[in-house]
């Protein structure tokens, strides 16, 4: 899931580097920023087929505006490991809190190993300096401790900057990842059958961020096996419908049985119609049922409103 939503600066209109960029690169960026699949960092896995689909896109169109930004540096992208990075994304929409700070370098630590990190670090920490101690983690397994990053250090493309090697409780595939902490490993095999992607757990952990009680998305994995839907897109939309509640977004168990109740109270009181109990006419029949209801309203006139009809004849 995603962010709920992507804010975009209304400098961006004013901006000479945005209003010079051609119209499929402007397209780009502001899908960029406000992309289904981004986080609060700016840096985020990003497969390009993603991201065609989401535009209805051809690849060249894609990579040709990827490309101008790449060049004007407004964004990066890593092929390998399939990562955007989108430069300034902090400056506008910067770390605000403990928690923020938390969720966003968990966001970092569920990515794919990529060489974007150790340039984002400069970056995050340049413009949230307060929270910079929650990166420590990060700027270790890179190798890029924080007290070598400075904002005007020369910045190595993704080519010439080492990938660095992972231990061996991190050398999995990168379309593998492990689960949040507080979702049962259980719960997921029950539902899929399967490892987690790095996309899926990414997805999770979104949900996690903007305030879902884990025991939420739990409940929402037991509901899709119990109605026999055995796969994260089901269960997915299960959490976005929460999410996006009209009244309020449903985060706690609390919510989520308080929403349940209603919908019971409401189906009990407004019984859904199922048509398939129905008979199934033709026309002529309904014409057949219209006429004899108008006849029977004619002989009852006629015959003085006694509530007889041609059914029942009168004696003589």
Same mark, same amino acid.
């Given at each position: ?87 300034? $994304? ?36 340049? $413009?949230?300096?307060? $929270? ?78 903007? +305030? ?24 997915? +939309? ?66 003085? +409103?006694? +509530? ?9």
């Amino acid at each position: 899931m995603a962010m709920r939503y992507g804010a975009v600066h209304t400098q961006i209109w004013q901006s000479p580097d945005f209003r010079g960029l051609p119209e499929d690169a402007k397209m780009l960026f502001l899908y960029l920023l406000t992309s289904p699949h981004a986080n609060l960092t700016g840096l985020y896995l990003l497969p390009k087929a993603y991201a065609q689909d989401d535009l209805g896109w051809e690849a060249a169109t894609l990579e040709r505006a990827m490309r101008v930004l790449i060049e004007r540096d407004m964004v990066r992208y890593d092929d390998g490991a399939r990562v955007v990075w989108v430069v300034k $994304y902090l400056k506008f929409n910067p770390i605000g809190n403990q928690k923020q700070a938390i969720g966003a370098v968990n966001a970092v630590k569920r990515l794919p190993k990529t060489p974007l990190v150790c340039d984002f670090l400069k970056v995050a920490i340049g $413009y949230s300096d307060t $929270y910079a101690k929650h990166f420590d983690s990060l700027s270790v397994a890179y190798g890029c401790p924080i007290d070598n990053l400075a904002m005007n250090t020369p910045t190595p493309t993704p080519t010439e900057t080492p990938t660095p090697t992972p231990a061996k409780s991190e050398q999995q595939s990168s379309s593998e990842a492990s689960l949040p902490d507080v979702i049962p490993e259980r719960e997921w095999e029950q539902l899929t059958g399967r490892v987690a992607t790095a996309i899926q757990s990414q997805e999770i952990q979104q949900f996690l961020d903007e +305030g879902m009680q884990p025991e939420v998305v739990v409940w929402a994995m037991q509901t899709a096996v119990a109605e026999d839907k055995r796969n994260w897109a089901y269960t997915r +939309g299960i959490l976005r419908n929460l999410m996006h509640e009209s009244n309020k977004p449903c985060l706690t168990m609390a919510q989520v049985r308080a929403r349940e109740a209603e919908r019971q109270r409401r189906d009990r009181a407004d019984p859904p119609v199922i048509d398939s109990a129905l008979p199934e006419l033709s026309d002529e029949e309904v014409r057949l049922i219209e006429w004899r209801g108008r006849r029977r309203q004619r002989l009852e006139v006629m015959r003085g +409103g006694d +509530g007889t009809t041609d059914d029942a004849p009168v004696a003589r």
